[in-house]
């Protein structure tokens, strides 16, 4: 099997050759080092390599950088976000800071700064009150080579990997742009007309996005909206069903109607909300928070119906564990979720600059030695 | 165009025959898997089992090396090949009843 197939079959909840893997790297430390050279597929490196190009050909670039990447650690998939399609001659906008600090304002509008470890950091977003939104544009999505970075990632590596085109639903999109979760949330309750406003016309926005790389050739949609924390859904159940559900079922539905697959990642613990999104046609969740969600408990609940990934804790055993620890995390993810299949290994979020390189090396080696399916000679 | 469509089923027994396998520097012991088919894969969702399918025992036969392989309860995928197998009613080497 190819990691395209490996994947199929796990997400079909059917037995690989091996448990597949897909992550996200976000360490700059981790990723120069799988790269023996200087990487450069960071937002903020982006930024700073945009000065004598774009943001365009950065990223090109970074699509090379990630496969490569992800071929080294024997990853089975590249995952695409819908921020890094950009069009050709964009630019992020550097914002002006007295403290000295690299700021930056995305296509979207939505203002990150480089935080530990060169990663970003939510600072704010550009609507400031409701009638800002009146006099919003969403990037033109027939600007020319808008989605030159799906295009590069189908033709390199589309008949071997499994390509992921990562959205929203809409809700992290919605926060980001009126300048944070809180604010958002005042709008549910205090001004619910434009809430809804302004989540339907971002998930409208994310549906388009989410066709056109479909039309390209990815294999799956993947939404990353984090819709619950550590001590449950964010949200109350009507507040849910009224503002979120409508969300998820028109970006699923859209999927499904061409017969791709839906990956969803949320953080913290969705025990409350899952059943409703697997209802709505999800075909994994991931990352199973290990401080909040058990895996074996998921897999006997909800394992006849959807593929589950990660639980490699990223918060403890990646950061402050051994590799030891390490190996034993991993072999206990497997063992508990990958008999049967429909089991992905992952980490609990992404590798991030947290993470211990020989952790990381550990986890790796582990997924080789304890993730292969009874063979068939 | 070739179905890709495969039965699976749980497995209810694990048997182990006694002969090993030295794959790439590990032992795999050989296996034989009871499995009771349950449905297809939900690849093919307009694929269906007929009745007289299901619940039906088939004997897999695989190499085991890790605990996790030896699980009873758990899902068994058949390949293609032995899902063909068992719609026509064809024992094959690693797929019989």
């Known amino acids: 099997m190819n990691s395209k197939e490996r994947m199929i079959a796990a997400l079909c909840l059917e037995e690989p050759d091996k448990v597949p893997y897909m992550d996200t790297i976000t360490s700059i430390v981790i990723k120069d080092r799988i790269l023996k050279k200087s990487s450069t597929s960071s937002l903020f490196q982006t930024v700073r390599r945009q000065a004598p190009s774009d943001a365009y050909t950065a990223h090109m670039k970074n699509v090379e950088e990630n496969i490569a990447i992800s071929k080294a650690v024997g990853m089975d998939t590249v995952i695409i976000n819908d921020s890094e399609c950009v069009s050709k001659g964009y630019k992020y906008k550097v914002l002006p800071d007295p403290q000295g600090r690299l700021i930056i304002q995305d296509q979207m509008g939505r203002i990150y700064l480089e935080g530990e470890g060169g990663e970003r950091w939510y600072k704010d977003g550009i609507i400031k009150k409701p009638e800002d939104f009146d006099n919003y544009e969403f990037p033109d999505l027939e600007a020319p080579g808008k989605f030159d970075v799906i295009k590069k990632a189908v033709d390199l590596v589309g008949d071997e990997m499994f390509i992921i085109g990562s959205v929203h639903w809409g809700f992290n999109y919605a926060w980001e742009l009126v300048g944070g979760m809180e604010k958002l949330f005042l709008y549910f309750y205090l001004n619910p007309g434009f809430a809804k406003n302004l989540l339907n016309k971002i998930n409208k926005y994310m549906v388009e996005i989410a066709k056109i790389m479909m039309d390209l050739g990815v294999d799956a949609i993947h939404t990353r909206d984090d819709l619950a924390g550590t001590d449950g859904s964010l949200f109350s159940p009507k507040i849910f069903d009224e503002f979120i559900m409508p969300l998820v079922h028109n970006l699923t539905n859209t999927v499904k109607k061409r017969g791709s697959f839906l990956v969803m990642h949320s953080d913290g613990d969705l025990y409350q909300i899952l059943e409703k999104l697997i209802d709505a046609g999800i075909d994994c969740f991931n990352p199973v928070e290990p401080a909040v969600m058990d895996l074996k408990t998921c897999k006997e609940r909800y394992g006849d119906r959807i593929a589950l990934s990660g639980n490699v804790d990223c918060a403890t055993t990646l950061v402050n564990g051994t590799p030891k620890d390490t190996r034993e995390e991993v072999k206990r993810c497997i063992e508990v979720a990958a008999a049967g299949g429909g089991y992905v290994l992952s980490s609990s979020n992404s590798i991030y600059h947290g993470c211990r390189f020989e952790n990381y090396v550990a986890m790796i080696g582990a997924k080789e030695e304890y993730g292969y399916y009874p063979l068939i000679l | ?97």
């Open chain 2, 1 to 97: 165009m070739k179905s890709l469509s495969v039965l699976r089923g749980i497995v209810v027994e694990v048997k182990k025959l006694g002969e090993d396998r030295l794959i790439q520097g590990k032992r795999w012991e050989k296996v034989i898997y009871t499995v009771k088919l349950v449905q297809f894969s939900k690849r093919e969702s307009r694929m269906k089992m007929s009745e007289d399918l299901k619940g039906k025992e088939v004997k897999v036969l695989r190499f085991a090396h890790d605990d996790w392989h030896y699980k009873t309860g758990v899902s068994r995928t058949l390949t293609v090949e032995e899902t063909e197998a068992v719609l026509k009613g064809t024992p094959t080497e690693t797929v019989f009843w």
